[in-house]
């Protein structure tokens, strides 16, 4: 799901379809795993007032809000105040991850175009979960291939990396390294959505939509309370 293809010599195609399909196997069974356990909370927290369903997952009031220590793909000290003033959409990933990162940005890009101008409102922040590779400029680099005005790349040490994602329920793992030094990483792949506060207010799948992911984040953006 996740193999990095930094060698000019990359693997048999037999032998790269069943890496791959071992990494997704394993990504999803984690992320089945995260989301079954999530839904299991939310479902016995009691009865809250009925309003418009939501299309994605709500995890209002069941995920931290955002509350990090990390470095900017700038190089500066950020926050997780620093962000507050506009919804995040938090995603997870690394920059040589070579299909479901940049399809989930590619993605993500689609969901801002369904917003209009209301895309001033909405920042993505691409946390790394390979920061050994991922320096401030290598992040800066790679969001800015995307949207350099929505999108900014944070980092930080391994600690604070394996901190947040254990704070937001996101599963990764090293893969053992090839002879040439190189190694693949399998992670989860939600997008979380917090509002203008910080507060954490729902989660996407790859199976949500850019449609559906704009119509929710939408909401988001024009609740004011």
């Given at each position: 799901m996740f193999p990095i293809i930094a060698s000019r010599h990359p693997h048999p195609p037999l032998a790269a379809s069943r890496r791959r399909q071992s990494t997704r196997r394993f990504a999803l069974t984690v992320m089945i795993g995260a989301l079954t356990a999530l839904t299991a909370v939310i479902t016995l927290s009691g009865c809250t007032p009925r309003t418009?369903?939501?299309?994605?997952?709500?995890?209002?009031g069941h995920l931290p809000d955002l509350d990090f220590k990390l470095t900017g793909d700038d190089g500066r000290p950020v926050t997780g105040d620093s962000f507050k003033g506009r919804a995040s959409l938090v995603y997870f990933g690394y920059t040589h991850c070579p299909d479901v990162c940049p399809e989930t940005m590619g993605r993500l890009m689609q969901v801002l175009g369904k917003l209009g101008p209301d895309a001033q409102k909405v920042r993505i922040l691409f946390i790394t979960v390979d920061p050994a590779r991922d320096t401030p400029q290598a992040l800066r680099d790679y969001v800015g291939a995307f949207d350099s005005q929505h999108a900014e790349g944070l980092t930080?040490?391994?600690?604070?990396?394996?901190s947040l994602?254990?704070?937001?329920?996101?599963?990764?793992?090293?893969?053992?390294r090839d002879p040439r030094g190189n190694y693949e990483v399998t992670h989860s792949s939600a997008v979380y959505v917090f509002d203008s506060q910080g507060h954490a207010r729902l989660l996407a799948t790859d199976h949500d939509t850019p449609d559906t992911i704009a119509q929710?984040?939408?909401?988001?953006i024009d609740d004011r309370s």
């Open positions: 418009q369903p939501w299309q994605l997952t709500n995890v209002t930080g040490t391994d600690w604070q990396i394996e994602a254990k704070r937001y329920r996101v599963a990764y793992q090293m893969e053992k929710d984040l939408r909401r988001i």
